[in-house]
C-alpha cells in the first residue's frame, strides 16, 4: 500500500466539502393536464418525461440491514469483465464536523469552487456526500450544486461522527442517535434548498459494522463505500493522485476524492488530469445513481 492510499484511508471520511459558481437554474417542470381517455404519443411521451426517474436502491439486508454497494459487477468470467462498459462514478466528500464552526469562522474554507467549476466545465457527472453541518455552512453553495443535474447529493450524516468505535481518532455516535443524525443531514439539504437528493448514506471515515447497518435500518437508505482510493486527502502532489486514481480504476469502478480548499488542496489538478486520461481510455462518468442500476 502506498503513501497515499494510507493517508486516504486514513482521512477518507474526515475533510471538508465543495462549493461552486452558480449554474442556470434548470426550467421549472411544466404542469400536466389532465390526460385524455386515449392520449396520443406526444401526451404520453411528455408525461413520461415529466415524471421524476427515482434513483435505483438496493434491497435491504437480512434482519432490514442497511445494503452496501461498493461497485457495478462486472460479471464472473474473463470474458464478461473484459466486456464490460467503462463506466466509472467520481464521488466528492463534503465534510464538516459539528464541531469546525470555529474554524470556517476564523478563516479556514471547508469548500472547493474551482473543483466544482472544473467538474462543470469538463462536464463530469458526480455525486457529492454532503455533510448535514456543510449544508448549514455553506448553504448557497449547496443549494447551487443540488440544484445542477449535473450533480446529485448524498447524505454522509450530520455530525461527520463515527458510526463505529476506533474510527481514526472521530468522536462516535450512540447507537440510538444514528438514524436521527441521517434524517437531520436530510433536513440540512431541505432548509439549504438541495433538490437533486438521493438516498444514499457514506459512512464517515468509511467504518461500519453489523450493529451501524442495524441501526440504520430505519433510515432507508444504500450505504456507499468506494473501491478507488484517491489518496487526495492531506496530498501535495497532484501527479501522484492522478496515477493512483488511474492505476485502480477498473469498469464499474467507484472512486471517493474530497473537495476542499484547507485538507486536499490538489484534488482539482488531479481532476484536470484523471478526467481527460479516462475519456482517452473510454471510460464514460456516471453517477452513483446510474453506476448502481443494473
Known sequence: MTALTVMGV??????????????PAPAAPATASPAPTSPSAPALAAATSATPKKPPTMAPGPAGRTPVF??????????????????????????????QGPRAKAGERFDNPE?????RRLKVPSTVFMTGRWAEEYPAQAKRIGTDDLFEVANHSYSHHAFTADCYGLPVVAKDSMTRDVERAFSAFRQAGVRNVVPYFRFPGGCYDDAALRA??????????????????????????????????????????????SAAPVTAEAIGRIVPELRKRGYRFVKVSELMEE
Open 10 to 23: 486514513l482521512f477518507g471520511g474526515a475533510l471538508a466539502g465543495c462549493g461552486g459558481a452558480a449554474a
Open 70 to 99: 461498493e461497485r457495478r459487477p462486472t460479471g464472473g468470467s474473463a470474458a464478461e469483465k473484459a466486456a464490460a462498459e467503462k463506466v466509472v462514478a467520481l464521488t466528492f466528500d463534503a465534510d464538516m464536523t459539528a464541531d
Open 115 to 119: 473543483l466544482i467549476a472544473l467538474l
Open 216 to 261: 440504520l435500518g430505519p433510515a432507508d437508505v444504500t450505504a456507499v463505500q468506494w473501491d478507488v482510493v484517491s489518496g487526495d486527502a492531506f496530498a501535495t502532489d497532484a501527479g501522484a493522485v492522478a496515477e493512483q486514481v488511474l492505476d485502480g480504476v477498473r469498469p464499474g469502478s467507484l472512486v471517493v476524492m474530497h473537495c476542499t480548499r
